[in-house]
């Protein structure tokens, strides 16, 4: 759960991690040289639309440790709603700055999900830009539904486990890896980080939006020209109802100040905490 000193924003009814990016860094590394189990969501327009429809993944989004403004509109809205600056903390630049720092100080950082093309493509670059850095592990994760078949997830979770690793990057893709982190916070002493989308632009398949796309907030249209038979239908079922009710709570809020804002209604949004116990008894039976 979000700890009580880092400070969120509720967003569309969610809660996102209101810090500058380096605070939200220096709890990651924090956390993983104490080896603590945590969730780290790297939150977009996708995610928090899907949230607000998703019980499950609401319940792991209220619960996790941090939720980091990924897209620039989430962004936007912190600085709306705060009154103050906020940094973009993203998925690439998470992992990059993490494995520089990891790099320095000899913690084992361990990559799970993908296949295993991406995986190695990924070692080649990694051994390039952080020729010192320990990675514990580097396995694939089929991309199935949630709970995967414990006969192939079985294996990687006890290669994690005896690795020491005190990050674990997961790249299972929205909201898969959400609901696999929040399952395995129990199993893996590490902070697990869900960055799907990162693990083929960092192996080189895919190219990162010009720095200049992505501050005025066009990364996904970039994304699309790219990827347009996968991604045309999230966009088009996502975009409209964040833009809805991103406008409705910055009125409300507006009109009320203080007001905490709630999903929209009928909205999927259920108590956290059972909707977990649930996903983990579920789990471990």
């Not at 400070?7 to 990651?28: K, R, Y």
């Not at 897209?71 to 998925?91: E, F, I, K, N, Y």
């Not at 990559?111 to 396995?139: T, V, Y």
């Not at 696999?180 to 939006?209: S, T």
């Amino acid at each position: 759960m979000l700890n009580n000193s880092i400070e969120t924003q509720n967003v569309i009814g969610l809660p996102v991690t209101a810090l500058p990016f380096e605070a939200q860094i220096n709890w990651i590394m924090k956390w993983g040289r104490a080896h603590l189990s945590k969730v780290v969501c790297v939150a977009n327009v996708h995610m928090l639309t899907e949230a607000s429809w998703d019980a499950r993944l609401s319940s792991v989004l209220q619960t996790a440790d941090l939720v980091t403004p990924d897209g620039m509109p989430l962004v936007w809205m912190l600085r709306l709603l705060t009154g103050r600056s906020q940094d973009r903390v993203a998925g690439l630049d998470i992992m990059l700055s993490v494995c520089q720092q990891a790099e320095r100080e000899g913690l084992p950082v361990f990559f799970a999900g993908s296949d295993q093309l991406i995986l190695a493509k990924m070692r080649r670059n990694l051994q390039r830009d952080f020729p010192n850095l320990i990675i514990a592990g580097m396995e694939p994760l089929p991309f199935g539904s949630i709970p995967l078949p414990p006969e192939q997830e079985a294996p990687v979770l006890k290669k994690i486990q005896e690795s020491r690793a005190g990050i674990v990057f997961v790249s299972l893709g929205c909201p898969k890896q959400e609901l696999w982190m929040a399952q395995h916070r129990e199993d893996i002493q590490g902070v697990m980080v869900g960055i799907g989308g990162v693990f083929p632009v960092y192996a080189g398949l895919h190219k990162r939006a010009p720095r200049v796309i992505r501050e005025i907030g066009l990364e996904w249209l970039y994304r699309l020209l790219q990827e347009p038979r996968r991604l045309w239908k999230r966009y088009y079922r996502t975009i409209p109802p964040f833009l809805w009710m991103a406008a409705k709570q910055l009125w409300q809020t507006a009109r009320h100040p203080g007001h905490s804002v709630e999903l929209v209604e009928g909205s999927a949004f259920v108590e956290s905490k059972s909707t977990l116990e649930q996903l983990t008894s579920s789990h471990h039976k």
